[in-house]
Nanobody, 125 residues
Framework: VQLVESGGGTVQAGESLTLSCRAP????????MGWFRQTPENECELVAS???????AYSDSTKGRFTISLNNAKNTVYLNMTILRPEDTAAYHC????????????????????WGRGTQVTVVS
């Protein structure tokens, strides 16, 4: 099973984008979810997470600008990104884990139960 992200694109700084993550064959309500991003320099960051008990967390760099949410009826997780900055430029991946892995963040599919190929977000100034 592979997760499927969509919604990436090229935007101007200050604009917004909403990413979607579908999970054919996986009930997202029953699994911990995370949005990761990998920069062109291959740095990996967990930008937002949502656990099965409803706990939500954000990285310091995205707190107050990004929002993670789950639509159970559509079995889709979203990442609403506002006030985008050039440093938000990255490939964004969603991940699903029965037990969320411990830090440091990993952008390797082998470290997650389910992983998506990613969607590119480019923010230009």
């Amino acid at each position: 099973v592979q997760l499927v992200e969509s919604g990436g694109g090229t935007v101007q700084a200050g604009e917004s984008l909403t990413l979607s993550c579908r999970a054919p064959g996986v009930t997202l309500e029953a699994i911990d979810m995370g949005w990761f991003r990998q920069t062109p320099e291959n740095e990996c960051e967990l930008v937002a997470s949502l656990t099965t008990d409803g706990t939500i967390a954000y990285s310091d760099s995205t707190k107050g600008r990004f929002t993670i949410s789950l639509n159970n009826a559509k079995n889709t997780v979203y990442l609403n990104m506002t006030i985008l900055r050039p440093e938000d430029t990255a490939a964004y991946h969603c991940a699903a884990d029965f037990d969320a892995p411990s830090p440091p963040a990993s952008c390797s599919s082998k470290d997650h139960d389910f992983w998506g190929r990613g969607t590119q977000v480019t923010v230009v100034s």
